[in-house]
């Protein structure tokens, strides 16, 4: 891999002395010390110092020396200062007097100087490497930097910028200043001299292009400095451009006796000089744009995309006349989809100054309306600090304020907690001057009375009730007040209207109780909710008292008032469901503390009066985690909790008993009362059964026969089927968990393995059902059961458990696997028809997805923990592509797991997959298909996909990969055609989707594949060149390709890497890189178009001869080399498989058969000498170039992998500009600048990791 592209013509301003002795192309000064030009005002230009020059630099023999300086370094009062990235680092605030020193070591001596310039940013890299001064004046860039990258630390990936630690916390921020204090204390000088400049933004520019990230990140941070810096000085030149043109303009409009024309002369010299002087900064920011930005901006890492867009919105505000137009803001408007949150945040803050300038905001207009910039995106910029309440009144309209207001819903909490103050702001935070005397009032006549009821207004308007946790979370910061004056809210719930005062409706109750419950959640647990934040992170001491103290205040309060509000709204499960999650919140010891054990007994009876009421799910779900959450065996009101738990789950069980008893014993149908008592005492008893531990109370035994009965007679109600077995599903795991948890006999082992394949058998027959919805239950609790008492029980030290191990049958596999096939990979359409007549909308579609889905998962993860066989996933992954919207996640993450457990064997898996989906094409179409059927097609794609999912480590997958090859060999030719040995094998075409694994094996690997498919062939297939045989061909020659000469990529590497060493002394030419390129081009096309042409001839062709960038001898082959396994001396027919246990080896057992095969070969070699001299002769007649000469294909790095950006560019216009000074006229070009160097193809094609 090659580790850094050549920067030799990145010299962006050489000398421009006609005589010029040196090469144009070398980044550094004439060694002969020729070409020396004084410029008025200015220092050399590049060139090397001549003797005299020498002299004056002092210490003798060219060393640097003068007063003051010790090993190229100042010193003060006799102490030799740091190196410039010490100073750095430190973060010393006296930077200007840092440079200072600088530039005066740069006017005594400049190579020492920029030197230490250069070591800088390499040393800000994290490269240990020196530049030295030999390197410096004998090496070019592209040299100077691959010598720095083998200095790199591989053991560690940190560098300055991304180390962690105190002293590095400000060296971004140092390091940046340093730069920009360079620049504004040379822009009068020593930027002009072509020397400094031409140097430091050709070495960046070659950081910014090596594939090493400190190299690549380090230097384009500093460029875009740079440039942010130039683009200062570019500004004050145009400031001062103005200024001294009015001045010309004033002096030449006086009278011509007042005229001072020595005045005129020295402005319009003056004038003069200020416009060359903006020619020379305009070509260098052209230089560090077209070479950094245009390259770096598409950058794989987001850290470094974000500093370009970072920079080109200050550009844009800083100098608007040159920067904010559409060539530029392009850049921004590609960049807003970026995939990273930090980048789309950069180019929001870059454009919100922008929009926020009313100046400014008028030449947005087109880049609005073609990057569709929505009024959301618009409104988004007023989030950010920059904008004041007022300003933003001003600004914005009421639609704009809506959809801000909306925002407080986003996932993305720093919008969300922005939008909540802007709402907070514009609807809350105005108070009615008569509010100031019922400040002290609480209650409903508080003054956040009303401001309760508009956050209840706004909820309800948003249509949003299922995310009142999001609003809450919004304005948690903002409103902590409001949103925590529970008394208020409590008010509002329990107490009358006053007169005159409107009533909450139903709704608004609901809206108000939901919100309460929110913020109670959020003060006691102090996190946000799901989705917006990373994890629980640590509390202050101060937040941990906070809590406290919320947790003491609401249990004080609701303690009280929660009996009255369950009491009030009994009879509504929504309003019940919110209000029965309160005691999770509770500080219990306050029942105690406070004397409250009167208030928690009306609490458990409003609980169990509601149990008795409601046989809705979540309402019970909601009373059994209450009744947990109240058992806390730390506090004392314990006992007095279980006792009327107790007493509940008694009388729950002891119906449950009498009404089943009844329910069974009755001949005829069962009556739909019964069967209603039933089916609710069964919901409260599973829903208590979900969080309590009731097996004291047996009920296995009834759940059991009612299964039973149901799988016997056929018609038991389907609900009380799914809730039997949710509670037998309970118990189970119940007893599972006493077993682990304590010592256990073996009797109680004894009796759960057998409960628990008793169950299993009824999942199993369940699966079978007519019913849709009890087959899902059943299959998803089998999968469960499956999963928990798989091999995996023992682990942790629990081989006791072993008796417990469950392994499925075959049988049980196939039902378990039919399943899926028939309930998840289905059509939308036909999973709505029977849904019991769903109505076809979004939702019921989006739910329907969500439960296949689980299902899928659940499956997949039996796969993944080889509950099942593996092989089982052959029908999982051939539906990878046609239902990738769907499950392909799901899919490829089950490769992924299965892949690691057994590379072989998944491999196996998924060659198997290929030809299940192979066989139903053929049993559809026939084995006379067309090729190019989009079935057949499709079959391809999926294993170039397949392919795909092996990743680029070729060492890691060779052993599955040769495996997967030699399956799929044996397939090919597994069916002999009835109609004789001329024609091809019925799965021949089979060959054709095993060719897109070829690329995958190693060279040395497709040999030996090839080997083996030889003893597949006959002579006869040798041979044949019709269309039906084209499979075999070009699989073949999937395998030959790169795979007879090893050496080629050694050689091929010392060719190219010997072709990039430039002669010094003389200069190349122009062309020199980009002929080779054009010819293998051509010659790249003209092999494929000659392969095809050829196609239909036999192979029996030379190896091809290895071709470069530059001329070199071919190998000479021996005669049987050129044609080595062609022509087998005995075909051997269809080989029996082999056995499994010897299939991970099979590769070197061929191996071991090449070298008497290669006897045999020679001697049928001699056979065909003749054959073989014609065909040669042909072919060179017919093409030059064989498919190993092709240029390597080096896939972008930001095309591809996890950290693909989306290839926004498709349909833009890509052009790269010159930047255009507005002020500037007759601008000069530096004639040694590459005019194709920045060719916009280049810029799409050339993007380095």
Not at 81 to 92: A, C, H, R, S, T
Not at 547 to 562: G, H, N, S, Y
């Amino acid at each position: 891999m090659i580790l850094m592209k050549c920067v030799n013509a990145l010299s962006f301003y050489p000398c421009r002395e006609s005589e010029t002795h040196f090469s144009s192309d070398t980044d550094f000064e004439d060694i002969e010390g020729k070409n020396q030009k004084q410029g008025k005002g200015k220092t050399c230009k590049k060139g090397k110092k001549g003797p005299a020059e020498k002299g004056k630099s002092g210490n003798g023999g060219g060393k640097p020396g003068g007063p003051n300086r010790m090993n190229g370094h100042h010193q003060q009062n006799g102490v030799e200062n740091m190196m410039l990235f010490e100073v750095v680092k430190m973060g010393k605030s006296a930077m200007q007097s840092v440079v200072d020193d600088w530039i005066e070591s740069y006017k005594h001596d400049r190579d020492i100087a920029l030197l230490d310039l250069i070591n800088f940013f390499i040393q800000c890299s994290g490269c240990k490497g020196v530049v030295t001064a030999e390197m410096f004046r004998h090496m070019q860039n592209s040299e100077i930097i691959r010598k720095m990258t083998e200095e790199f630390d591989e053991d560690s990936g940190d560098y300055p910028l991304t180390m962690a630690g105190p002293q590095w916390k400000k060296f971004k921020s140092s390091f940046c200043e340093f730069i920009g204090v360079l620049v504004r204390q040379c822009q009068y000088s020593i930027i002009y001299d072509e020397y400094m400049m031409d140097t430091v933004i050709s070495l960046l520019t070659g950081l910014s292009d090596s594939q090493v990230r400190a190299f690549r990140h380090t230097s384009t941070l500093a460029a875009m400095k740079l440039m942010t810096a130039l683009v200062n000085v570019a500004l004050n030149l145009s400031i001062n451009m103005d200024n001294t043109q009015r001045q010309y303009e004033a002096e030449r409009n006086k009278i011509i006796g007042k005229r001072a024309n020595d005045r005129l002369e020295l402005l319009l010299q003056k004038r003069k000089e200020l416009q060359e002087n903006q020619d020379e900064i305009e070509n260098m920011m052209n230089a560090i744009f077209k070479g950094v930005f245009v390259h770096r901006y598409r950058d794989a890492i987001a850290e470094i995309r974000a500093i370009c867009i970072e920079e080109i919105g200050i550009w844009m505000k800083m100098y608007s006349d040159a920067f904010l137009n559409d060539s530029y803001l392009k850049y921004v408007g590609w960049t807003m989809h970026d995939k990273q949150g930090e980048v789309r945040l950069k180019c929001l803050t870059a454009l919100q100054g922008l929009y926020y300038n009313k100046e400014l905001n008028s030449k947005l207009e087109l880049f609005t309306s073609r990057f569709k910039v929505s009024h959301t995106l618009l409104t988004l910029f007023f989030l950010l600090p920059i904008p004041t309440p007022r300003s933003s009144e001003e600004v914005l309209t009421a639609e704009d304020c809506e959809n801000v207001y909306h925002l407080v819903y986003s996932a993305h909490r720093p919008v969300a907690v922005a939008a909540g103050e802007f709402l907070y702001k514009k609807l809350f935070s105005r108070r009615d001057p008569e509010d100031d005397g019922i400040l002290k009032r609480r209650g409903r006549q508080s003054p956040n009375a009303n401001l309760v009821k508009t956050l209840v207004f706004f909820f309800l308007e948003s249509e949003l009730h299922e995310h009142a946790a999001y609003l809450v979370d919004s304005m948690w910061d903002c409103a902590t007040d409001l949103l925590k004056d529970w008394e208020c809210m409590n008010s509002l719930l329990l107490e009358e209207p006053l007169n005159g005062e409107e009533p909450l409706t139903d709704r608004q109750e609901s809206a108000l109780i939901e919100i309460m419950l929110c913020t109670i959640r959020q003060a006691a647990e102090c996190h946000p909710p799901v989705g917006r934040g990373t994890g629980k992170r640590v509390l202050t001491a101060k937040e941990k008292k906070t809590q406290l103290d919320d947790r003491t205040k609401i249990t004080e309060l609701f303690a009280v008032a929660l009996p009255q509000l369950l009491a009030k709204y009994s009879v509504d499960a929504e309003k019940v469901t919110n209000l029965l999650q309160l005691p999770q919140y509770f500080d219990l010891e306050i029942y105690t503390t406070g004397r409250l054990e009167k208030h928690l007994d009306a609490l458990l009876r409003q609980i169990r009066d509601i149990v008795e009421k409601h046989t809705d799910i979540d309402v019970l779900e909601a009373c059994s985690k209450t009744y947990h959450a109240l058992c806390n065996e730390e506090f004392t009101i314990f006992n007095r909790v279980d006792i009327a738990r107790s007493q509940l789950i008694d009388e729950l069980a002891d119906k449950f008993n009498r009404l089943l008893e009844d329910f069974l014993q009755e001949g005829e149908e069962p009556d739909e009362d019964d069967a209603y008592q039933v089916l609710s005492t069964l919901k409260r008893i599973t829903a208590f059964h979900n969080a309590h531990d009731l097996s004291r109370w047996d009920l296995f035994g009834c759940n059991y026969k009612l299964l039973k009965t149901g799988i016997e007679n056929g018609d038991m109600p389907e609900q009380i089927v799914i809730h039997a077995l949710q509670c037998t599903h309970y118990v189970i795991l119940w007893q599972l968990a006493k077993i682990t948890e304590s010592s256990s006999t073996k009797e109680d082992l004894l009796r759960l393995k057998k409960q628990m394949r008793v169950f299993c058998q009824i999942c199993q027959h369940y699966l079978t059902n007519v019913n849709t919805a009890v087959k899902e239950q059943a299959f998803t609790i089998l999968c469960d059961v499956l999963m928990i008492f798989s091999h995996q029980i023992m682990t942790g030290g629990r081989d006791m458990l072993e008796p417990l191990v469950y392994t499925p049958d075959s049988s049980l596999q196939s039902e378990l696997l039919s399943f899926i096939l028939d309930h998840v990979f289905i059509d939308q359409d036909d999973d709505n028809n029977s849904a019991d007549g769903q109505q076809d909308d979004e939702a019921s579609k989006i739910e329907a997805l969500h439960k296949r889905r689980n299902l899928l998962a659940a499956f997949c993860k039996l796969i993944v923990y080889t509950v099942v066989e593996m092989n089982t996933a052959a029908d999982i992954f051939k539906q990878y592509m046609k239902y990738y919207n769907d499950y392909g996640d799901i899919i490829k993450e089950t490769m992924s797991k299965t892949r690691q457990i057994d590379k072989i064997q998944c491999a196996k898996t998924l060659i198997l997959s290929l030809q299940q989906l192979f066989n139903e094409m053929i049993q559809e179409n026939g084995y006379n298909f067309d090729r190019s059927s989009p079935t057949f097609s499709g079959i391809k794609e999926l294993a170039r996909r397949f392919a795909l999912t092996f990743g680029l480590d070729q060492l890691k997958t060779r052993e599955a990969i040769a495996m997967l090859h030699k399956d799929g060999i044996e397939f090919a030719f597994k069916e002999p055609n009835p109609q004789g040995e001329s024609h091809p094998p019925l799965n021949l075409a089979f060959l054709d989707i095993l060719s897109e694994f070829s690329s995958k094996l190693l060279r040395q690997d497709k040999r030996t594949v090839y080997v083996y498919l030889e003893k597949f062939m006959t002579f006869q297939m040798s041979l044949r060149r019709e269309d039906v045989w084209l499979p075999l061909m070009s699989y073949r020659n999937s395998l030959l390709a790169g795979g007879d000469d090893d050496t080629m990529s050694v050689i091929s590497g010392i060719s190219s890497r010997g072709s990039t060493v430039r002669n010094k002394k003389t200069k190349p030419a122009t062309g020199k890189r980009k002929v080779p390129e054009a010819e293998e081009s051509s010659s790249s096309d003209s092999m494929w178009l000659n392969r095809e042409q050829t196609m239909h001839t036999p192979v029996m062709m030379q190896t091809p001869q290895l071709t470069s960038t530059i001329m070199r001898e071919p190998k000479r082959l021996r005669p049987e080399e050129s044609y080595m396994g062609v022509y087998p001396m005995q075909p051997e027919h269809h080989q029996a498989p082999l056995d499994y246990n010897t299939q991970v080896t099979w590769m070197l057992a061929q191996r071991q058969q090449e070298e008497a095969a290669r006897q045999q070969q020679e001697r049928a070699a001699m056979n065909y000498v003749k054959l073989r001299t014609n065909l040669q002769h042909a072919i060179r007649r017919g093409t030059s170039l064989m498919e190993d000469d092709e240029e390597p294909i080096v896939e972008d790095v930001m095309m591809s992998s996890e950290g693909r950006i989306e290839d926004l560019n498709e349909g833009m216009d890509f052009d790269t500009m010159d930047i255009d000074l507005p002020p500037s006229k007759n601008r000069r070009e530096r004639t040694e600048l590459k005019p194709d160097f920045f060719d916009p193809a280049s810029i799409m094609d050339e993007s380095v990791g």
